[in-house]
């Protein structure tokens, strides 16, 4: 047994926070560790932050912790260096949460004169609804409604309660899926936490079973309350969820009544909602939710996400401002929801719903093909994901599998790693929406830049050159073997392909192949089946290049992971300011290494693709495929881009490209010849789509924001809001209309990916500024690649446009296709 001796050096006393911090410490050791205040003589188990809040340990109590087990000395030596060295600092206040209140709204919206609230969008989308209030019942009010009862009526209908909870939890988790059965699983382990039952069971000074149940979620919910933990916050909802379950088993009248909603509903609650009271809620009428700031880390608001419902969290004061029953337009892309929305916000939510159908119209008939390149070529496309839920909106979104899914997210933030049932559940659900198309799932990728506290690593010089990836699985056998039990039990619903992260040598190979084959026979001889699975590494570390051959007898694929090769190839942190410049993978060493590494494992006959951000950025795309990869796997949002992008290639032409980059003396040589033949291989200035005749609009701003929605929706802009704004940065500085009752907009934008030219015909003539009406627009945007271009197209415009027949044939024109060609003619000159 051993023993350190200290004086509480916090403020505070210990609370959740500090008390969070030193469990985390004690749970990377098998030893039993005791904190006992000597003040009080009050003890509890240093693997329970409830329990540790318990002791009442304050400011220059005399304190211990009580070390026994195999590994004390190890767990002194840590803890010690934890007491001395940072337990005093656990205790610092919470830095300000990150929001968009002060970002500026786009042009068009900021023109409301509605009164809007501003707040965080943690889940992104637009919505229009009537208020709803969603409270949570204040239980010492329902208790007052109860009959009095004795404290052993009391703890028999707690205790039956619980029961009966448990239960029904326990068959929900049997049918839910994806992140309704984590939640569900952390709702019953909280559940089975002893400490819950010991406070629920307590004998208390109560009326009845359902205050001393309100006490008891009080005194368990107080000290997580302020923790800057967001893992702990989260815990103070699902308390209040619980106490929900058990409270319905504890009144004779329904607690609340059952909300069905009837139409288009925005949920408001000043209190961040609980996860279940999110899923009571669901269903087609839920059209988003405005919630009290505090739950920006909860599982509600993952489950918000994978539905796609928008949620806005709010200053709870603020929130107050919006009264029941009231219409809403939430869009909180832009963090912002309108009370009682005017036209011009209303028009704003049209003009969007209209932009995104388009889009989705759009890219529809692409989406849902396979990648292809314009000769024919097949590129696969796949998803990176973090979550399970995000699975399904990836097959959505046209993934032909799942590429990379980073399991870190399952085991980050939380304060002990998920258990195999949780896992298995997460990995099946990913395979059960692949329907047999391929999923990659890495195992645990922790260190470097992604910390996880319970595993309690000690600080390293270089953490990206230390303990990361598989180098850390023997020390944490336990944590590892679960995983690989729940990947290989999981591999029972489908094939399933898993590589390892951070692989630099042979001998890791071997252990990582062995360490699945113990597994799974372990797994057989309990009897628990196993299916189709594959065995693949990360190149993420240029040794993987000289051991491909030798490793072809271990492994049946390898993904090269982009971020990390180009950092340690390179020998540059990917997250240090000082050497940003040559963290790039355009540089042509790198792109030799690429080039050499698939060729190399494709003559070793191992699998090869990419799965790093590289395989996402469309100017890198002719060089992958030329590079003679196949398979590339990128974040969801860049999928139909990506699609688009490869069905203009051609193999020929990647290849040339490649060959030219290798030849180039820097990545700034590579990108700059990149960008030139982008913009070479550009669309039109002029091109029918861009010609909207004879369109009723209400005003200036109108006209603005269609032309620029309809630039976005033709992929010409990189940011519609952006162009938007250049165009009236230009409006301020003078009014462009140019006499005629024409006006001549313009801009040159970063924003802008191909320079166009836009017109629109009003059916009417409207207001451009004080003085003038017009009738005719024409709108250039220019990118900023362009030299002079911008001026000279203007110019000419301008100077053409003098001519009464020339504008009389852009107003008697009748199809977009005719107006189009005389000005592609007069532009061309
Ligand atoms: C990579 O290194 O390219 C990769 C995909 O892994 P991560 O970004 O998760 O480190
Ligand atoms: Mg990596």
Redo the contacts with the bound molecule.
Sequence with gaps: MLKIHFTCPLPNGLHARPASALEQRVNAFGAHVQIVNLRNERQADARSVLAMIGTDILYQDPCELVITGDDEAAAFQALQQFITQEFASCDESMPPSQNEIDTPLPVFLAQTTAEILRGNGVSGGLALGVAMYSGTPDLYQLAEREVATTPEVQRDALQAALQQVRMQLRDALHHAQGEAATVLQAHINLLEDDLFERALLSERPARNALAALAQALDELSAPLRESRSSYLQQRVLDIQDLGLRLATHLCEQPLMPETVLRQDTIVISPTPITPGQFLALRGPHLKGVVMGAGGETSHTVILARSFGIPLLSVEPAEITRIRSNEPLMLDTRYGVVVLAPDAQALRWYQLEEEKRQRQHLRLQPLIQRPGVTQDGESVAILANIALAAEAEAAFAAGAEGIGLFRTEMLFCERAAPPDEEEQYQAYRHVLQQAKGRKVVIRTL?IGGDKPCDYLNMPPEENPFLGWRGIRLYPAFNAVFTTQVRALLRASATGPLHIMA??VTTLEEIKWLREQFQQTEAQLRAEGIATGIWSLGI?A?VPSVLYLLEKAAAYIDFVSI?S??LTQYFLACDRGNPQVRHLYNYFDPSFLQLLTEMTARAQRAGIAISLC?EMGGDPSALALLLGAGLRQLSMSVSRIAAAKAHLSSLTLASGEQKLAQALASDGAQAVMMALKQQVTAAAKPVVDPALILLDRPVADKAEVIKVLTDNLEVEQRVISGPEVESAIWQREAIFSTALGFAIALPHCKSAAVSHSSVSLMRLTKPLAWNDEVDVSLIIMLTVSEQEKGDHMKIFSRLARKLMHAEFRQQLLDRALPQDVAELLAQEIAG
């Design positions: 990728d992260p951070m990360m993420e992971g971020n990390d790093g």
